[in-house]
């Protein structure tokens, strides 16, 4: 299918439009340790980065008792908003691409990990309250790589699959994608490297996000 037919762009936030990775694991590994549990990786939690928290946390420490999963959680979400106080940074590209597309006539949305507090947080901080057509957050629909967000999605912008695309950096985002019958972008600069997402057959890779507007332009 030729790019030409795309009509809704759907992008992940974390490692995908906003640098918050470093954050992420350094909030993980803050709860880990207030919560008397052995740190994992820097490539184990970026391996987790995607996922709703509860599902993440839950990934990373299979042994967590219901009980020690909300202090867990509380003990993450401190340390992430207390690093948040200056909002992290959106990639280099993000701004002027999405006003292209916009202008483009694209259709925006957004897919994530995060709870609708923190995306709602994160938008505010970046003036994006209203920008996008629709947002979908993990505590309000089934976590990725389950369809059900991006479904709403597309029932929310009478989009068929065949005619979105899901722009992400972790496996999840494209199993995710692939789960709901869409074609995926993949990104090389966010959790998970490039070589790590090409068994999830994205239509495109890319380095930078600019890289997005310009395979989109050479097909119109």
Known sequence: MSHLDYKLLIFDWDGTLCNSIGRIVDSMHAASTRSGFALCT?????????????EAIRTLY???SDAELVTFRD???????????TPSALFDGV???LEAFRAEGYHLAVATGK?????????????FEDYFDI???????????????LEQILAHCGVAPRQALMVGDASFDLMMARNA??????????????????????RLTIDHFSE?????????
């Not at 820097?42 to 509860?54: C, E, Q, T, Y």
């Not at 003990?75 to 106080?85: F, M, P, S, V």
Request: charged residues 20%.
């Open 75 to 85: 003990h993450y979400a401190d340390h992430y908003i207390a690093l948040e106080a």
């Open 62 to 64: 299979p042994q967590i």
């Open 115 to 127: 709870a609708r507090r923190g995306l709602d947080r994160v938008l505010k901080a970046h003036g």
């Open 95 to 97: 701004v002027p691409s």
């Open 135 to 149: 947002t979908r957050a993990a505590d309000e629909t089934a976590s990725k790589p389950h369809p059900l967000m």
């Open 181 to 202: 019958g869409m074609d995926s972008v993949a990104v090389s600069y966010g959790a998970q490297t490039a070589e790590a997402l090409q068994q999830y057959e994205p």
């Open 42 to 54: 820097d490539l184990a939690v970026k391996g987790i980065i995607g996922l709703g928290l509860p």
């Open 212 to 220: 997005l507007q310009a395979w989109l332009s050479r097909a119109q």
